[in-house]
């Protein structure tokens, strides 16, 4: 356990309206990052963070916005949803240090009507 | 370009069988990760293995990074150990990890 929570873990939504998935870690690591997942198209970064206001997108980054105003939370925006956003949400962590490994968080299912 | 690649896409197993799971990559890596994600959808890690060869029970997984491969071992497979499997590589220290497209794996009782 990685100490990540992500929130809200369920959320239906109308089209145009705008949302935010909370990440939130416990263990102050300077990496984290979003990925959405869909059928077929395995784990695909969003945007990604290596410390308190630098963040960088990834490779499906359009249509999202991310904050990072402290190092415990990573703050994923749709400013109006779409049915293409529908999908599961990833937050993940990297540790610093010897290792660096990777850990998710449990996921946000995100359904736009 | 980086590239991942993993074999085979899906595969599947009667129970108590053993299978392999292989990851290919492009380049030197700094980490090699393996992780199951269960079919309720949670990401697990499996292995940190940027060289060598590790075991934890029944999995094990060797990485030969001179040769650019890393693989994962299932013996005697349970249907609990269904899901897909991902390896993702660190190519260098700020760069996010590069994921594979994963195995899908279906284990029949």
């Known amino acids: 356990d990685a100490g990540i929570t992500q929130s809200p873990r369920h959320k239906v939504t109308e089209t145009g309206t705008p949302v935010t998935l909370r990440c939130h870690q416990t263990?102050?690591?300077?990496?984290m990052y979003w990925y959405r997942q869909d059928p077929g198209h395995g784990l695909r970064l969003i945007h990604y963070?290596?410390?308190?206001?630098?963040?960088d997108k990834g490779e499906v980054s359009d249509g999202y916005s991310v904050s990072r105003s402290k190092t415990e939370d990573f703050l994923l925006t749709l400013e109006s949803a779409t049915s293409s956003q529908t999908s599961v949400y990833f937050c993940?962590?990297?540790?610093?240090?010897?290792?660096?490994?990777?850990?998710f968080g449990e996921g946000s299912r995100l359904t736009v009507l | 370009g980086i590239q991942v690649e993993q074999s085979p896409p899906d595969l599947i197993l009667q129970e108590g069988a053993n299978s392999t799971l292989r990851c290919n990559f492009s380049?030197?890596?700094?980490?090699l990760q393996w992780f199951h994600q269960n079919p309720w959808g949670q990401l697990i890690n499996l292995f940190y293995?940027?060289?060598g060869t590790k075991q934890n029970g029944r999995l094990s997984a060797t990485t030969v990074a001179t040769e650019r491969y890393s693989l994962l071992y299932i013996s005697s497979s349970q249907t609990t150990d269904s899901g897909v499997y991902f390896c993702?590589?660190?190519?260098?220290?700020?760069?996010?990890?590069?994921f594979g497209k994963g195995t899908r794996l279906s284990v029949i009782a």
């Open positions: 993940a962590i990297r540790r610093t240090g010897d290792t660096g490994e990777l850990f």
């Open positions: 263990e102050n690591h300077r990496y």
């Open positions: 963070s290596y410390g308190v206001k630098d963040t």
């Open positions: 380049d030197s890596v700094n980490n």
């Open positions: 293995i940027p060289s």
């Open positions: 993702a590589v660190l190519f260098s220290g700020n760069t996010p990890l590069v």
